[in-house]
């Protein structure tokens, strides 16, 4: 499977299939709830690696992630447009749209024995704005 | 992938490729928030080796690192500025850049059947100063 991640706000962070690595896509509610409750949260666990360029070729995106998970609250650019696609044999089988996401945890890690670095990047949808999220899929890339 | 991490105080402590074993960058914000948090933290872990003089040579400053994890919180040099290189292929791919950063957690650990220690060094920068934490990179060395 591969997967292609957007993040869209003042710039654009745009992710490709070298660089992801896994997506995890969540919807909670509380378990001690005893009907169905409103309090619902979506989240998006997004893994991958940090490549370095060679032979004069761009740096991926990574770094913005970065930048964007610095990004006070204070500033209405900590929420952003984040849409995942998960292509297998030319199909798209998730599309996922977050129209208002913003950073929870954002981790970075090097080691030296490794040419690569890896993040790991923890976004949820503006709880609110639950209902603009929207699951799409099943057809050809 | 190398590490050069640089620690700017009353006295410089300057670690190299043959200490420095592993980094980890991570923001944090409560993860049972409902919108993007103010309450933003940022860490930087340095994990790496305390290596033994040899033939009359300098010992390395990770010793310094122990002394500065001692200062504290009253005295003005428990905040000093932390800069992290992340070299890879000749090129920066992180430049990660805390101005007061202060200690949180250090550890060092022996062994009888090892030559080297090891160290654990947790750094986090000054809650209030979140914003003037500097993530770069992407450039030649």
Same mark, same amino acid.
């Given at each position: 499977?591969?997967?292609? %991640?957007?993040? &869209?706000?003042? &710039? *654009?962070?745009?992710?490709?299939?070298?660089?992801?690595?896994?997506?995890?896509?969540?919807?909670?509610? $509380?378990?001690?709830?005893?009907?169905?409750?409103?309090?619902?949260?979506?989240?998006?666990?997004? @893994?991958?690696?940090?490549? *370095?360029?060679?032979?004069?070729? $761009?740096?991926?995106? *990574?770094?913005?992630?970065?930048?964007?998970?610095?990004? $006070?609250?204070? @500033?209405?650019?900590?929420?952003?447009?984040?849409?995942?696609?998960?292509? @297998?044999?030319?199909?798209?089988?998730?599309?996922?749209?977050? $129209?208002?996401?913003?950073?929870?945890?954002? *981790?970075?890690?090097?080691?030296?024995?490794?040419?690569?670095?890896?993040?790991?990047? %923890?976004?949820?949808?503006?709880?609110?704005?639950?209902?603009?999220?929207?699951? &799409?899929?099943?057809? @050809?890339? | 992938?190398?590490?050069?991490?640089?620690?700017?105080?009353?006295?410089?402590?300057?670690?190299?490729?043959?200490?420095?074993?592993?980094?980890?960058?991570?923001?944090?914000?409560?993860? #049972?928030?409902?919108?993007?948090?103010? =309450?933003?933290?940022?860490?930087?872990?340095?994990?790496?080796?305390?290596?033994?003089?040899?033939?009359?040579?300098?010992?390395?400053?990770?010793?310094?690192?122990?002394?500065?994890?001692? +200062?504290?919180?009253?005295?003005?040099?428990?905040?000093?500025?932390?800069?992290?290189? +992340?070299?890879?292929?000749?090129? +920066?791919?992180?430049?990660?850049?805390?101005?007061?950063?202060?200690?949180? #957690?250090?550890?060092?650990?022996?062994? =009888?059947?090892?030559?080297?220690?090891?160290?654990?060094?947790?750094?986090?920068?000054?809650?209030?100063?979140?914003?003037?934490?500097?993530?770069?990179?992407?450039?030649?060395?």
């Amino acid at each position: 499977m591969g997967f292609r %991640v957007k993040i &869209e706000g003042v &710039e *654009t962070i745009e992710l490709q299939i070298e660089s992801v690595q896994k997506v995890r896509f969540k919807t909670d509610i $509380p378990k001690d709830s005893n009907a169905r409750t409103k309090d619902v949260g979506s989240t998006m666990v997004i @893994s991958g690696k940090i490549l *370095t360029a060679v032979d004069g070729d $761009p740096f991926d995106s *990574t770094r913005q992630m970065g930048i964007w998970s610095l990004v $006070p609250a204070e @500033s209405a650019d900590c929420y952003r447009k984040l849409t995942v696609e998960v292509i @297998s044999a030319s199909q798209v089988v998730r599309k996922i749209f977050l $129209p208002n996401a913003f950073v929870v945890d954002y *981790t970075e890690h090097f080691g030296d024995t490794e040419g690569i670095g890896t993040f790991e990047l %923890v976004v949820k949808q503006k709880k609110d704005k639950l209902d603009k999220v929207t699951i &799409e899929g099943g057809y @050809s890339a | 992938m190398g590490f050069r991490l640089k620690v700017e105080g009353p006295e410089t402590i300057d670690l190299g490729i043959e200490n420095i074993l592993t980094v980890e960058f991570k923001t944090d914000t409560p993860n #049972d928030s409902n919108a993007r948090s103010t =309450d933003l933290g940022t860490s930087l872990i340095v994990k790496g080796k305390i290596l033994t003089a040899v033939d009359g040579e300098e010992a390395d400053s990770t010793m310094k690192l122990a002394q500065w994890s001692l +200062v504290p919180g009253e005295r003005a040099d428990c905040y000093r500025k932390a800069t992290i290189d +992340v070299i890879s292929a000749s090129q +920066v791919v992180r430049q990660i850049h805390l101005p007061n950063a202060f200690i949180v #957690d250090y550890t060092e650990d022996y062994g =009888d059947e090892e030559g080297v220690g090891t160290f654990y060094l947790h750094m986090k920068q000054k809650k209030d100063k979140t914003i003037m934490v500097k993530l770069e990179g992407g450039f030649e060395e």
